[in-house]
């Protein structure tokens, strides 16, 4: 027959092993239930509310006396630092003899709804500098913010200088009209009032939607194709089970916190022009003289680089460095390439710049 | 995009009818009402009207959320279509073995992804989905509304209320923690 449709053996063969992959991926994957994403031993020195300061076993001998303190994101959980021990900040920095403590911020609930920045940043992040400078007998840590957590320690850092030494900025939300994202644009349009004055928190289901229209089609599509066709190797089945819990784990952002972050940043401009407002006191950028070390991604599709990069032309710090590289915003902090390159540069200017 | 004028007309009537009828059924049945009713109804019957004022205005923001989310249906398919018409001109043929299946895979998610990408970073996106969210949150705060008229009417606290706790707390931690550093400078 001369229309008969001819179809290459080996598509077909694939289509079935595919098929066949799919049959076996409950034997061969992990339920996320069953995954534990805290890796790298630590115990938990200091809590407050939902909030919980941990502090890592060291793995070697300590190099430097100046701990760092690390302010994850208020979006997902602080677990992607440490998710898997061949991709693990936070295991990376302790090899090289850093002291490292964590601030997780937990899973707020409506009795958190009228937490804000000043309660963040002058409350839990100031409680916890604290008491790592006392536990540690420093006079000054190290902080480093990543994501939204590098927007609370750009805030903490204008407001608290004098007990910070060195800061490190990872993909920090700072000038949010220059921010080209999805996030940036949905965030502008938000009435955020009317938001917060009916749910009270920012719901974790509305989190997840501006999580699925970045890259619809490469996460929604061929990373689960992807995971199937790999799923006999092992160590991907792993990371890539790690990974979704992890995404999956978005706890609710506290209603003021998200009204004041969405206004003073995103849709005012506040913070990159020193005309924002927390507790009372004006936050200006002049106030960050400390060494200054920020990280940007180029193909960062949450914060991107051009929202990042203003804080290091805004401080009034003479040391300072921008770094920026050719990956993603995880791919920065949990990546192959993140322990090759991003964190030997970190490390080492951390530990030039600590006390010994 | 707002509603047409003439349908922001025969809503507000529709409205003003709903709620004129509403107040006097109310008031006419107001004492068999409270009659009829004992117990925990008793304040059920006289808050009642409160359930139809909620679910005549809530009609009112459904319109405006089915609108908003017509519109959004419409520029995902609008989207949707534009990405196939464009993967067909680069793909037109159905590929029949491995190498031209991944490469047209490829193809497919590269084109999608940033029509779509295209799409969610438009103005006329944004502009309509935070409409489309504002009109979901006035339908909830009239579901809201309801909840705690029930809540009431079974002596039971409202969100109003709570929140009014949560409020308290919220300010009674701060004092605390003020004072607790004024006595830990002190005590140092």
């Known amino acids: ?356 | 995009m707002s509603l047409p004028q003439d349908m922001k007309k025969s809503l507000a009537n529709y409205k003003h009818n709903s709620l004129f009828w509403t107040d006097l059924l109310y008031l006419m049945s107001n004492r068999q009402q409270s009659l009829a009713a004992t117990g925990p109804f008793r304040k059920f019957a006289i808050n009642a009207k409160n359930i139809s004022t909620e679910t005549i205005e809530m009609n009112e923001d459904m319109t405006e959320f089915n609108t908003r989310l017509s519109t959004y249906y419409k520029q995902l398919t609008d989207t949707w279509n534009e990405a196939q018409k464009e993967y067909s001109r680069k793909v037109p043929e159905l590929p029949n073995d491995t190498e031209h299946m991944e490469a047209s895979k490829r193809i497919w998610i590269d084109i999608y992804e940033n029509y779509f990408t295209r799409l969610f970073d438009s103005a006329d996106f944004a502009e309509n989905f935070g409409k489309l969210v504002t009109s979901e949150l006035e339908v909830a705060k009239h579901w809201n509304n309801m909840a705690s008229t029930f809540l009431e009417s079974a002596n039971m606290p409202t969100k109003k209320e709570m929140d009014e706790v949560y409020k308290e707390l919220h300010s009674l931690r701060k004092r605390v923690a003020k004072l607790e550093k004024i006595a830990n400078k002190e005590g140092t």
């Open chain 1, 1 to 356: 027959m001369a229309n008969e449709l001819k179809i290459d053996p080996r598509l077909m063969a694939e289509f079935i092993k595919l098929n066949k992959n799919i049959f076996d991926a409950p034997n061969l994957a992990k339920s996320l239930e069953e995954i534990d994403l805290e890796v790298t031993p630590h115990e938990v020195v200091y809590s407050e509310g939902k909030v919980r300061l941990l502090h890592f076993s060291p793995l070697v001998e300590k190099q430097i006396k100046t701990p760092l303190v690390i302010a994850y994101a208020l979006i997902n959980r602080f677990h992607i630092l440490d998710i898997h021990p061949k991709k693990s900040w936070v295991r990376h920095l302790l090899t090289q003899g850093i002291d490292v403590y964590l601030i997780d911020w937990g899973t707020p609930t409506q009795i958190n709804r009228h937490e804000g920045f000043d309660d963040y940043v002058n409350g839990y992040m100031d409680n916890c500098v604290d008491f790592v400078r006392k536990e540690s007998s420093s006079e000054k840590i190290s902080l480093q913010g990543y994501c939204t957590g590098g927007t609370l320690s750009t805030v903490y850092s204008a407001l608290h200088s004098e007990k910070i030494k060195n800061l490190v900025l990872t993909a920090p939300v700072i000038d949010g009209r220059r921010d080209s994202t999805v996030v940036s644009n949905l965030a502008k349009h938000m009435d955020v009032d009317k938001l917060v004055d009916t749910l009270g928190n920012m719901p974790p289901e509305l989190m997840y939607y501006v999580f699925s229209i970045l890259k619809p089609f490469e996460q929604g599509f061929e990373k689960y194709l992807n995971f199937f066709k790999n799923i006999h190797d092992k160590e991907y089945v792993e990371n890539f089970i790690r990974v979704e819990k992890w995404v999956s784990d978005t706890p609710p952002i506290p209603g003021e916190l998200y009204r004041q972050w969405i206004k003073d940043v995103y849709q005012e401009n506040l913070l990159i022009n020193n005309n924002m407002y927390v507790g009372g006191r004006q936050v200006s950028l002049k106030n960050i003289a400390m060494p200054l070390l920020t990280q940007v991604a180029v193909g960062d599709h949450l914060v991107s680089p051009e929202c990042s990069m203003p804080i290091h032309y805004a401080v009034s710090s003479q040391d300072k460095m921008l770094k920026i590289y050719p990956t993603g915003h995880v791919g920065m902090i949990a990546s192959s390439f993140s322990q090759k390159k991003v964190l030997p540069e970190f490390a080492q200017w951390l530990t030039e710049r600590s006390e010994k």
